[in-house]
């Protein structure tokens, strides 16, 4: 028997959501239907936060109790007006990638069961030069969202120093991540390189508080900058992207004043929709300027601790020290 479903009006495209009552956030009864509603009602952000990257889609087709399914590549049978970019992953292969160019090409994805979108940090034009510059603050276990708030701030301390904005949001759960537009004239090793730069600066002014290791036996209870997401074929939730969690939280973009104060939980998929009413689009102009990493490659050159590990799935990559973990490489001297 054919499965049940509704036509929902997007755009310039009707978008079949099969299923619409399945419960996918169960601790608030929230359903598929809910979650494609959400994804248009907030359209506007969350194209702005998407529009031309290639898109990895975060798949949860029975809900969020089940095992996710992480889909890098276009889904094989789509709508013919879908559009795709070819991108080319760390091993040297390539595939075609979801192109999102239009609010419907989300709903379509949240159809699919995808709760949270997962953009490079490129667009369509020119997939080998960045023009965002990531900054992922992940508070360690033991901390809280109060954690990653101090090091948020403190990193806008220092961008504003350098002469650079960013911007900032929750990441769904205790992180935050602030987003700096970039030109696009350096490649991936270049912008990871300014990634890291940026976080020893930060680490530099509070190293009780924020930690650069790579290695988790290193980091102790502070908040980690994972410089690995400005990699190739890194990625984080976008902007207003559900989480996998019971509840439906959003990862959420902030003003720098709301910061101050935010719990987290106080956004997800039922109360984002009437502040994107309410408020718009906060981060509206994060596409007005696009900055120089020039200042950043500076302090990458003069500092003598040089490249650090990439991740383990990684070919090894020139300048990387020893990826082993500190413990391991003692016992193995």
Do not use: C
């Not at 959400?38 to 506007?44: D, L």
């Not at 350096?186 to 924020?210: S, T």
Request: proline fraction near 8%; charged fraction near 30%.
């Amino acid at each position: 028997m054919a499965s049940p479903y509704i036509e929902l009006q997007v755009g310039e495209r009707t978008v079949k959501v099969t299923n619409p009552d399945k419960v996918y956030f169960p601790e608030i009864g929230a359903t598929k239907r809910e979650l494609v509603e959400y994804y248009v009602s907030v359209g506007e952000g969350a194209l702005r936060a998407l529009k031309d990257r290639p898109t990895n889609l975060k798949r949860h087709p029975d809900g969020v109790q089940t095992e996710a399914i992480y889909q890098k590549r276009m889904p094989p049978k789509h709508p013919d007006w879908l559009e795709s970019v070819t991108v080319r992953f760390p091993s040297g292969r390539t595939a075609h990638s979801l192109r999102v160019t239009e609010v419907a090409a989300i709903a379509y994805g949240a159809n699919l069961g995808t709760l949270d979108f997962h953009p490079w940090q490129v667009r369509a034009s020119d997939v080998e030069h960045p023009d965002e510059l990531r900054v992922d603050l992940d508070p360690q276990p033991g901390l809280d969202f109060a954690a990653a708030r101090k090091a948020a701030l403190l990193t806008r301390e220092v961008l504003g120093e350098l002469g650079l904005t960013g911007f900032v949001k929750t990441s769904g759960n205790r992180g935050v991540h602030i987003a700096v537009r970039i030109e696009p004239r350096w490649d991936f090793i270049q912008v990871r390189h300014a990634g890291i730069a940026l976080a020893r600066a930060v680490e530099d002014r509070d190293p009780g508080l924020v930690t650069t290791a790579w290695w988790k036996e290193e980091r102790g209870e502070r908040v980690f900058i994972d410089f690995n997401q400005n990699a190739r074929d890194r990625t984080v939730a976008s902007a207003y992207s559900v989480r996998a969690q019971p509840h439906a939280p959003v990862s959420a973009p902030l003003t720098w004043d709301e910061l101050v104060d935010a719990d987290p939980r106080d956004f997800d998929i039922r109360t984002v929709p009437a502040r994107f009413a309410e408020v718009g689009d906060v981060h509206a102009a994060i596409d007005d300027v696009a900055y120089s990493i020039e200042p950043l490659l500076e302090l990458y050159a003069k500092d003598d601790r040089g490249d650090m590990p990439y991740p383990p799935n990684y070919p090894k990559m020139p300048g990387e020290p020893m990826r082993v973990q500190p413990s391991r490489a003692r016992n193995a001297d």
